[in-house]
C-alpha cells in the first residue's frame, strides 16, 4: 500500500501533511500491533515534533485517516503509534509492511502537563490500550528522572494477553527497587502463569502509598476506567487540580470542526485529548445521576 505525494498537498488545518516511512512492525497483542516509521524527507525530520500525549492524523490513501496518539519518546525517531484493529481504516493496517508508506498531520492536541508534577509523585494509571498515550510521559519522566520525586505507573487489562508492552512494562516492574519507577501490574482475567496482581486498576491505587498533597495524576483508558479512578483519587484526597486524563473519542478532523468527538461542550481533538478534573468534572457528575 503506498501514499502518494498529494497526501502533502492535500493536508488540512495548520499541520502539514507528511510522508512517512513504516520500518518496522511489533506485534503488541491479537488485535494490535506498533508501527514504527520514520520521514524519509530531512526537511519533515528537522520540524517534526511533539509533546507527550499529542496525538498525528495517520492517512492511507484509498482508506482513510485515523487519529493515533504518539507512544515513543518525544524528540527521537522512529515514531511509534499502537493501533488497535478496530475498524475500516484500523484494519487496514494489518496488511502494512516495513517499506509502506503513510499520511501523517500533526501534531495535535493539548498534551500532558508534565511540569505541574516536577518536584513531586507523578502518578500515571492506565487501563488496556490507554497505555498508548501515556507511555511518552513515561519515557520523558524516566529521562529527566531528578525532577520527580517518585514516578508510579498502575497498569491494568483484561488479561495477560491484552497487555501491551509486557516486555517493557516486567523490565520496569524489576526497576523498582533502584527507585527509578516503581510498577504496579494488573489482570482482569489471569492465567496460570500471571506473576503480578488480579482485579481492576484501582485496587492497585493502595499498594502505590499516594501522597495526595504530592501526587499529580495522569490517567487513560475506557471512560467508565478513567471516571472510577478519579472517585478513587478523590476518596485519597488528591486534589481536582491535580488529576488529568486523556481521551480517546472519535475524532475525524483534527480540529474541532465535524462534531465527532464532542465531549459536552468541548471537543477531543481541539480542547483535548488531555483535560483536567476542572474541564470534566460537571460531566462526570451528570453521569452518576
Not at 488529568?244 to 472519535?250: D, G, I, L
Request: proline content about 7%; overall charge negative.
Amino acid at each position: 500500500m503506498t501514499v502518494i505525494s498529494e497526501a502533502r498537498r492535500s493536508g488540512r488545518g495548520v499541520a502539514p501533511a507528511r510522508i512517512a516511512v513504516v520500518e518496522g512492525i511489533v506485534q503488541e497483542t491479537p488485535d494490535t500491533a506498533t508501527y514504527w516509521m520514520s520521514f524519509p524527507d530531512p526537511r519533515d525530520r528537522d520540524e517534526y515534533w511533539f509533546r507527550p500525549g499529542q496525538f498525528n492524523m495517520l492517512y492511507l490513501f484509498g482508506v482513510g485517516e485515523v487519529p493515533i496518539s504518539v507512544s515513543s519518546a518525544p524528540h527521537c525517531f522512529p515514531l511509534g503509534h499502537t493501533i488497535r484493529w478496530t475498524g475500516r481504516v484500523t484494519d487496514a493496517f494489518a496488511a502494512l509492511k516495513p517499506g509502506d508508506e503513510v499520511g501523517v498531520r500533526g501534531p495535535f492536541g493539548r498534551p500532558w502537563p508534565v511540569s505541574l508534577a516536577h518536584d513531586g509523585d507523578l502518578l500515571v494509571v492506565a487501563g488496556g490500550l490507554g497505555l498508548a498515550p501515556v507511555r511518552s510521559v513515561i519515557y520523558r519522566a524516566i529521562a529527566r528522572r531528578e525532577r520527580f520525586e517518585r514516578i508510579i505507573l498502575l497498569v491494568g487489562a483484561r488479561g495477560p494477553e491484552h497487555m501491551l508492552y509486557r516486555r517493557e512494562l516486567e523490565t520496569w516492574v524489576g526497576w523498582e527497587s533502584d527507585a527509578m519507577i516503581e510498577t504496579h501490574l494488573t489482570v482482569d482475567v489471569p492465567d496460570d502463569s500471571w506473576p503480578y496482581s488480579e482485579g481492576v486498576v484501582t485496587e492497585l491505587l493502595d499498594r502505590a502509598r499516594i501522597r495526595p498533597e504530592r501526587t499529580t495524576a495522569f490517567v487513560c483508558g475506557p471512560e467508565i476506567m478513567m471516571h472510577a479512578v478519579d472517585l478513587a483519587l478523590d476518596d485519597r484526597g488528591v486534589p481536582g487540580s491535580s488529576r488529568y486524563y486523556s481521551f480517546e473519542r472519535n475524532m475525524h478532523c483534527a480540529e474541532g470542526l465535524c462534531g465527532h468527538c464532542q465531549l459536552g461542550p468541548k471537543f477531543v481533538c481541539a480542547d483535548g485529548p488531555v483535560f483536567g478534573y476542572e474541564d470534566i468534572a460537571d460531566l462526570w457528575k451528570v453521569s452518576e445521576l
